[in-house]
DNA sequence: CCTATATTAAACCTATAAGTTAATTAACTT
DNA sequence: AAGTTAATTAACTTATAGGTTTAATATAGG
């Protein structure tokens, strides 16, 4: 799988995406990172496994914990990818934008009328 | 599932990012959209129901044709979210640069010296 | 050395994603 | 009316995602 696809796919889940959350305020380790969630504590190594493979976050060793810690490349690289329809929304914007103005002017008619 | 994730997850599929990108430069039907991939029409039109649940594309309709427009609302969601990472993202990268600048005026040992 | 704590590994279950082929619906064309 | 083109629906297969429980591994501390 190409990597942007497999940070999609991590992204795609939301006790992936609150785990992010919680580690864009700092380390944590993994029971930590559980902690808020109802599920297993197996579940969320698994989900720290997709993330992981991802790049999206990297494991570090201090006794027996695993301090996780965000990786932004991967983020960045979804941001790039972002970049090529933000003309395209910009442009649709601008355009219903445009068309409110033209509204309040008068200048048309509401679809409605 | 919440509308971020069946974004994320249809926006996973690299078939499917192809069909955006195409749909970026115009509408197209299903069977024109179907046409560069090396799998059914069938797979395709799934493909492109998985889309239209997101909100990332919408159908018309012209006689037999259903004439596919990408819809910016999901991918300005997609970028909402993506906000609140890039301070993250942007602090690493400034320590780095910072990094890199002090390397280069030969104020820190590199870490292989 | 023994035990508690932190994490991962293994085996398993169930739902669903992604593809297939064959059949159906709908609209245009002759 | 019959045939062609466009697209969807249905039924089916296979692989994988996301969860479980139980077992294994590694480290800390008495």
Redesign the pocket.
């Known amino acids: 799988?190409d990597t942007l696809s497999a940070t999609l796919?991590?992204l795609?889940?939301p006790?992936?995406r609150a785990i992010l959350a919680r580690l864009a305020s700092g380390e944590a380790?993994?029971?930590?990172?559980?902690e808020p969630f109802?599920?297993?504590?197996?579940?969320?190594?698994?989900?720290?496994?997709?993330l992981e493979k991802a790049g999206l976050i990297s494991?570090g060793?201090?006794?027996?914990?695993?301090?996780?810690r965000l990786e932004p490349k991967p983020l960045r690289q979804v941001d790039d990818w972002l970049e090529s329809y933000r003309q395209f929304w910009n442009d649709n914007l601008d355009r219903l934008e445009a068309y409110a103005t033209l509204l309040q002017q008068g200048e048309v008619d509401e679809p409605s009328k």
Chains 1, 2 share one sequence.
């Open positions: 799988m796919s991590a795609a889940d006790t992936r380790s993994v029971s930590e990172l559980a109802d599920m297993s504590l197996v579940a969320v190594s698994k989900h720290l496994k997709v494991k060793r201090e006794a027996q914990w695993r301090p996780c």
